[in-house]
């Protein structure tokens, strides 16, 4: 199963030297680059999940009205929330969409399990940071979903073979058919592949002067786009199946 996913954050990374780009931009270009993605999965009919950054939910209200009416998820993307700001903001939503939010993604900042079981998550898929030396960071790991205090865990997956992780980087770096193969893999030997791209890497940075690192621009943009289109009509082609998390695991 293919558990395609994506984060929902504004962009992060400075502006260049001369230019500004304000907090109303930037939560501009991630409802773009949201609305492209969305148009890609629609065009391929695949359904996915989208871990909404906490701090913007209420900033994002007509698009996350979107995503769900299309048959997507919507789970929670905590990067320093607090647990009482994850509660009110899930008590918004689910009362906004009149549907349960049963996951929540952490990265850097990572609340209790507990904590996290108490505001009635189902499951909790936390990431690792993703940069251009982790190839040589990585270490065989265990990539089977768990168990632990009611709640479900969700391991990034991991290449059996490379040991490249399915994160945003490797995605936007990789050829595609390398990609493919990688997959096709990791499927034969866990049953499952957990995907996770982020919002702002379909940013077109000829456009907005942010200053990121020059990997980071590489197939960026209307390439990144392309990327996906190429990956999900690869996976239409071999009939491979995809799922919401949350359908997965429950």
Known sequence: MILLTFN??????EAKNGFEISGEERLNITEDNTKAILRILDLHDTKASFFIEISIVEKLQNLIKAISSQG?????YNKNSSLQEIENEKKFIQDFLEKQIRGIRQKDHKLPLEELKSLEFNYVSNIDNANILF?????????EISEENGLSIVP?????????PYNDFVFQILPTKYYENMVFETLKNDGFVLIYLNAW???DFST????????RRRNSGKKMEDKLDALLAWFNEKEMATSRMKDYIF
């Open 8 to 13: 929902i954050a504004n962009i992060e990374a």
């Open 72 to 76: 997507h998820e919507i789970a929670f």
């Open 135 to 143: 190839p040589f960071k990585r270490l065989k790991r265990d990539t």
């Open 156 to 164: 990034e997956s991991i290449s059996p073979y490379s040991q490249l």
């Open 201 to 203: 890497q379909f940013t």
């Open 208 to 215: 907005y002067q942010f200053d990121i690192p020059f990997y």
